[in-house]
């Protein structure tokens, strides 16, 4: 039986692996896709202490070599089923089955989609949701970004230093992300902005080549060329397989406060998986660290080996 598992190789579910680590227990990470989570994917991290200016990628790599020279075991499998109810808790995974004396739940969220007539058909042939994983391969082209909070603001500053054309739409009048970053992309000269505007569809052939792009105001429509749509409107929970086992809030986010407790003896949440005002990296971090403390807790007091 293993200490700690993990679900989860983000922010919160390697600084978990980290600090579970350093209280001298075995920590298990499961990972379905690769270290870092969602910030792999940011060109610049600008917001968190000591680490300006620092790629999303390097930044991820940089955690993941810690949690694994602390000793923490990392698989890259996905978690298809738990059972929680006993004391031994079980974690079903594509790698095998699985015990540990606690959990920690440090899944993410996903990234949230438009809902639009041609979306899931251009997926990955010009539908995009990750900005720097796929931005490159449309060097010197025209494409679009559409959200308007911070990834959205990322994903289009990156995008405006490759491409030779950048559509930002969102569906709002204002946006959300922080005044720096708004101010900087309204600066530059091939980035353009179109407020209270919605895709009604994604066309193209074998691959994207334009989109319907409705305006909310008036009700009109129009047709624009372009290769490549990048998605970045949002994160949505994926805690499906947790339902009726562990609370859940109308969003689908874990009903957890910052104790990172879940009512389930045994079984933590940490990161953007639970409610919070705040999801940033050094919130991540600090559910991470609250999390692995919590469970290093309980099994000192529940398992006498």
């Not at 600008?46 to 602390?70: C, I």
């Not at 603001?153 to 559509?167: A, G």
């Not at 709002?172 to 309204?186: C, H, M, P, Q, Y």
């Amino acid at each position: 039986m293993k200490d700690i598992i993990i679900i989860g190789a983000g922010t919160a579910g390697l600084t978990a692996a980290i600090y579970g680590q350093r209280a001298g227990l075995s920590c298990t990470v499961f990972e379905k896709y690769a270290p870092g989570g969602q910030i792999v994917n940011s060109p610049s991290i600008e917001n968190y202490p000591g680490m300006y200016g620092v790629s999303g990628y390097d930044y991820s790599m940089a955690l993941f070599e810690q949690a694994q020279k602390l000793g923490a075991e990392v698989q890259f499998a996905e978690v298809t089923g738990i059972d929680f109810s006993g004391k031994a808790k079980k974690v079903f995974t594509t790698a095998g089955d699985f015990e540990a004396k606690a959990v920690i739940v440090a899944n993410g969220a996903a990234r949230r989609k438009i809902g639009c007539k041609g979306e899931e058909e251009f997926e990955g042939r010009g539908v995009s949701y990750c900005a720097t994983c796929d931005g490159n391969f449309f060097r010197g082209k025209t494409v679009a970004v559409v959200g308007g909070g911070e990834s959205a603001f990322e994903e289009t500053e990156y995008l405006s230093e490759i491409c030779d054309k950048v559509y930002l739409i969102h569906r709002r009048d204002s946006f959300t992300a922080a005044k720096t970053a708004v101010d900087s992309v309204l600066k530059k000269k091939n980035v353009t902005v179109l407020k209270n505007s919605v895709i009604e569809e994604i066309k193209g052939a074998n691959a994207v080549s334009s989109i319907v792009l409705k305006n909310r105001g008036n009700g009109s429509s129009a047709e624009i060329p372009l290769s490549a749509v990048f998605v970045a409107i949002g994160l949505i929970p994926d805690n499906k397989i947790y339902e009726g086992v562990l609370k859940l809030d109308e969003r689908g986010y874990f009903d957890s406060g910052e104790d990172c407790l879940t009512g389930c003896e045994g079984v933590f949440v940490a990161g953007d998986t639970r409610k919070k005002v705040l999801r940033q990296l050094v919130t991540a971090a600090s559910d991470g660290a609250a999390a692995a403390n919590a469970a290093a807790n309980y099994i000192r007091k529940n398992f006498n080996d």
